[in-house]
């Protein structure tokens, strides 16, 4: 390949890991931690009925799992066909694209979205509200 088309290969490499295949992987990661805990604490709260969430994030984790594999897989392709340095090029946009989304996987309120966003229509509304506010 001339250089110039391994270098533009390279930057998409970069770019894609860092805007797309990071944030994936780090929703997929927080599927089973901070958003797992948190739908626990509201099953306890009585916010929402537990059946509603062992229906619900089974599905979502499954559908995570499966896409972060698509992206990344995709992306390790791709880098493959450029060597050494696609390979260097995913782990550095990787690995920046992991410092910049890190709160995708901290509790916070973006964590308190998606659990509304996910639930709303089965929810006691007053009582998450209350607890939000008492929390955050």
Same mark, same amino acid.
């Given at each position: 390949?001339?250089?110039?088309?391994?270098?533009?290969? =390279?930057?998409?490499? *970069? +770019?894609?890991?860092?805007?797309?295949?990071?944030?994936? !992987?780090? =929703?997929?990661? /927080?599927?089973?931690? &901070?958003?797992? *805990?948190?739908?626990?604490?509201?099953?306890?709260?009585? &916010?929402?009925?537990?059946?509603?969430?062992?229906? !619900? %994030?089974?599905?979502?984790?499954?559908?995570?799992?499966?896409?972060?594999?698509?992206?990344?897989?995709? $992306?390790?392709?791709?880098?493959?066909?450029?060597?050494?340095?696609? +390979?260097?090029? $995913?782990?550095?946009?990787?690995? !920046?694209?992991?410092? @910049?989304?890190?709160?995708?996987?901290?509790?916070?309120? !973006? *964590?308190?979205? @998606?659990? @509304?966003? /996910?639930?709303?229509?089965?929810?006691? /509304?007053?009582?998450? =509200?209350? %607890? &939000?506010? /008492?929390?955050?």
């Amino acid at each position: 390949m001339s250089d110039m088309k391994v270098l533009i290969i =390279n930057a998409v490499i *970069t +770019f894609f890991s860092f805007f797309v295949a990071a944030p994936v !992987l780090l =929703n997929a990661i /927080s599927l089973f931690g &901070v958003q797992k *805990t948190f739908a626990k604490v509201m099953v306890e709260e009585g &916010v929402v009925p537990e059946e509603e969430v062992k229906r !619900l %994030y089974p599905g979502k984790q499954v559908g995570g799992v499966v896409v972060t594999a698509i992206v990344v897989g995709a $992306l390790v392709f791709a880098a493959s066909k450029v060597p050494p340095f696609g +390979f260097i090029c $995913l782990a550095f946009g990787l690995g !920046l694209g992991c410092l @910049r989304y890190r709160k995708v996987v901290q509790f916070n309120s !973006l *964590t308190v979205q @998606r659990f @509304r966003n /996910s639930f709303k229509d089965v929810m006691d /509304s007053q009582k998450f =509200n209350r %607890y &939000v506010d /008492s929390h955050f």
